[in-house]
């Protein structure tokens, strides 16, 4: 079984993808886990991490085939292992997967172009490409104010030296990102969508464990071990 886990920037993906394994363990379910991109173990995470630094211009400068084509490069790169991993534990979750290059990538363009671009990514990473669709999709939905906040506060990171990449810099692109991914989970877009608010009525964040259980409640009808 392959659970993806998406959102914009900030939203706390690792946390839950670490809390999330030791839970599926504890059920008996062997858990493998993937990053995208996986940087310092494919050549194309090397490139983006210079896009994300604007080495190839500002986020108007590239079009979104471009950017797409780099992170589709990257999990192509990672198709063997991701195949692998599918074959040798009950569960793999991805840290971000195809959804991700959908929300992005699109997010760039006008709301009326995005359904043509979304069908061309879609096409190259499931038909040419061919990896395989995430079971199960979760979406950890925070709004954007709060998504730069917690950007900032994030500890150094390996691909960047700067606090804010070139995606998380960008308020109305990140608004943006946020807009395409609740189409995508409207649509059930080539998985089953699960979304997950992360914050309270007042719009305070939510503590991790209060999410998790969240996630759990939304998740365990799916979720069966093995054996």
């Not at 084509?69 to 990672?78: C, I, K, M, Q, V």
Request: net charge negative; hydrophobic share 40%; proline share 4%.
């Amino acid at each position: 079984m392959l659970i993806a886990i998406e959102g914009i920037d900030g939203a706390g993906k690792r946390t839950q993808v670490d809390l999330l394994k030791s839970r599926l363990e504890g059920i008996g379910c062997s858990t493998g886990m993937l990053s995208f991109p996986r940087y310092g173990e494919t050549l194309m995470a090397g490139t983006i991490a210079d896009y994300l630094n604007g080495k190839f211009g500002d986020l108007n400068a590239t079009p979104p085939e471009f950017g797409a084509l780099l992170y589709a490069g990257d999990r192509l790169e990672s198709r063997d292992l991701l195949m692998s991993m599918l074959e040798e534990w009950d569960v793999v979750l991805a840290d971000r997967y195809v959804a991700s290059n959908a929300a992005y990538q699109s997010a760039k363009l006008l709301p009326e172009e995005r359904g043509a671009f979304l069908e061309w990514q879609t096409r190259l990473e499931y038909e040419v490409h061919r990896l395989p669709e995430a079971d199960v999709t979760l979406f950890l939905d925070i709004p954007v104010q709060l998504s730069q906040q917690l950007v900032r506060k994030k500890a150094p990171r390996g691909y960047t030296d700067a606090a804010q990449d070139l995606h998380e810099e960008n308020a109305q692109y990140l608004e943006n990102c946020r807009t395409v991914y609740q189409g995508l989970i409207g649509a059930q877009h080539r998985s089953r969508w699960l979304s997950i608010d992360c914050t309270s009525g007042e719009g305070l964040l939510l503590s991790k464990r209060q999410i998790q259980t969240a996630i759990w409640s939304a998740l365990a009808p799916f979720v069966k071990p093995e054996g």
